[in-house]
């Protein structure tokens, strides 16, 4: 429901793509903390490793989309505080 809140209030699309991946990282790792509860102890490790490998690849995958988000000019530069993306755009490194 958060994350609902964020995607319809905030105001950029940066800002979007926190309030999308935040809530579901936490979401998922609730659900699978209630399951392990219940669950066997060798079985409870197999939702571990899927917790964390939501942890890690959210926060990859929001990058990436930023990232692609900049590019296309979904990005209003003016709001940025620090815009490092461009000097790395403009010296050709990616």
Same mark, same amino acid.
């Not at 935040?22 to 219940?38: D, E, H, S, W, Y």
């Given at each position: 429901?958060?994350?609902?809140?964020?995607? *319809?209030?905030? /105001?950029? %699309?940066?800002? @979007?793509?926190? #309030? #999308? &991946?935040? /809530?579901? %990282?936490?979401?998922?790792? +609730?659900?699978?903390?209630? %399951? #392990?509860? @219940?669950?066997? /102890?060798?079985?409870? =490790?197999?939702? =571990?490793? #899927?917790?964390?490998?939501? *942890?890690? $690849?959210? /926060? *990859?995958?929001?990058?990436?989309?930023? !990232?692609?988000?900049? @590019? &296309?000019?979904? *990005?209003? !530069?003016? $709001?940025?505080?620090?815009?490092?993306?461009?000097? @790395? +755009? !403009? =010296?050709? !490194?990616?």
């Amino acid at each position: 429901m958060i994350g609902a809140w964020g995607m *319809v209030r905030l /105001p950029d %699309t940066l800002s @979007r793509l926190q #309030a #999308a &991946t935040k /809530p579901q %990282t936490l979401g998922l790792l +609730l659900i699978l903390a209630g %399951t #392990a509860v @219940r669950l066997e /102890p060798h079985y409870a =490790a197999g939702l =571990a490793l #899927a917790g964390l490998f939501q *942890v890690i $690849t959210a /926060p *990859v995958l929001s990058q990436l989309m930023g !990232r692609a988000a900049y @590019r &296309t000019g979904c *990005v209003d !530069r003016s $709001t940025l505080v620090v815009d490092e993306l461009s000097q @790395r +755009l !403009r =010296a050709g !490194r990616q």
